[in-house]
């Protein structure tokens, strides 16, 4: 073989032009715009579905309704039990996560593994939740004549109206629950390409609030759950640096609890004392300056019918005053505190004034 062919067979292909050096520029401009379309159309979607859940009394009640069903079953000792394919599964496991870090219990059922056997793990005090944008996939449609038609069946779709959702025609009205997550204009026309993008974004906000929605209702300290829970990770070393050791690291100061404020020397209102409440940073509000609501009160009397009820007017239990504060020292650890409560309330003594909501007055010495 001679050496020109030889050169000729090993020949290199010639160096790029310097033309594909701009042609990178032009695609990573074009990267970037495409990236701020997809960011600014999965904002508009969560700000459509914001708007739909703030001014649709509809979707309002329907979420209160599937707050009040998994809360139920929660309560009973019976799960959350999240169903969905796709894209749409991987939210639902999100949501099972989410749940399990604040105590109520749930579990992901996959349709094929639910057609295989998994149905078994439906219990009798669940609630059933259904991920499925277009609400008539296929995998999903076929594991509903096998749900109990007697358990809550909440749907998170794109669909706004409940009698046209396919999810819900063949069981009982009255257990069926629509949670409406549309999109304001499908991915495809925004993208040339149907990928779950806002859809999956709006599934997950939604989730997400009904979520922390139930943390609410179901703990009156959901912080301190939540930190029960996830003692791993980054969390998990932050809670562990927040846990209180002593009561004064439990402590709100008097002077810091904001008064209850009114104009023109008029009788302050339950009203009054929720705005009060909610500008305050620890949740205590004082009616006067010896007499405290506490924040588990405040979320109570939030929920009144007649809101312009004079403040002072309201049980006892919920007004409390100095005089009956139950002293204890700031030096005492919380793992000492919690020991004499138990203790006490064992004791005829201590059941009559150790009850659910007294107050402690946190005092410095022994």
């Known amino acids: 073989m001679s050496l020109s062919s030889c050169a000729h067979t090993l020949r290199l292909p010639p160096t790029p032009p ?7 520029k032009e695609a990573t401009d074009d990267s970037i715009g495409l990236a701020l379309h997809v960011l600014k159309t999965e904002r508009d979607a969560l700000t459509n579905l914001h708007d739909l859940y703030q ?18 079953s929660s309560v009973r000792n019976g799960r959350a039990i999240v169903c969905g394919v796709g894209k749409s599964g991987k939210i639902g496991q999100k949501f099972v996560a989410t749940l399990n870090s604040f105590g109520i219990r749930s579990a992901f059922l996959h349709p094929t593994e639910a057609m295989h056997g998994d149905l078994g793990m439906i219990g009798t005090n669940d609630t059933i939740v259904i991920l499925s944008y277009s609400g008539r996939t296929a995998e999903i449609l076929s594991i509903l004549p096998h749900l109990p038609p007697g358990l809550p069946l909440i749907g998170v779709t794109s669909y706004p109206d409940f009698h046209s959702c396919p999810l819900f025609t063949h069981r009982p009205t009255a257990n069926c629950i629509l949670l ?33 929605a139930l ?32 009561m004064s690291d439990l402590a709100v100061y008097v002077e810091d609890i904001p008064m209850v404020a009114v104009k023109a020397q008029r009788t302050p209102t339950i009203l009054d004392g ?20 506490a924040p588990r009160q405040i979320q109570s009397i939030g929920r009144a019918r007649d809101l ?27 793992q000492q505190a919690r020991k004499w409560i138990r203790q006490m309330r064992k ?9 659910v909501g007294t107050v402690l007055g946190i005092v410095d010495g022994q």
């Open 18 to 24: 310097d033309c594909l050096d701009e042609l990178g």
């Open 180 to 212: 409406p997550a549309p999109i304001p204009c499908s991915e495809l026309e925004l993208f040339g390409v149907p990928a779950p993008t806002s859809s999956t974004t709006t599934a997950m906000a939604l989730t997400d609030a009904l979520a922390l």
């Open 274 to 293: 929720v705005l009060t409440a909610a500008s305050s940073t620890s949740g205590w509000i004082r009616v006067v300056p010896d007499k405290v609501i």
């Open 308 to 334: 312009s009820h004079p403040l002072h007017l309201l049980v006892d239990g919920v007004i409390v005053e100095k005089g009956d504060w139950i002293s204890i020292p700031a030096v005492h650890s919380v």
């Open 347 to 355: 004791s005829s003594r201590g059941r009559s004034f150790l009850k």
């Open 55 to 72: 001014k649709d009394s509809v979707a309002q009640s329907s979420f209160k309704q599937a707050v009040s069903a998994i809360g139920k």
């Open 215 to 246: 943390a609410h209702q179901l703990h009156p300290d959901p912080l301190a759950v939540f930190h029960r829970y996830h003692p791993g990770g980054a969390i998990g070393a932050s809670a562990s640096r927040m846990r209180p050791t002593t």
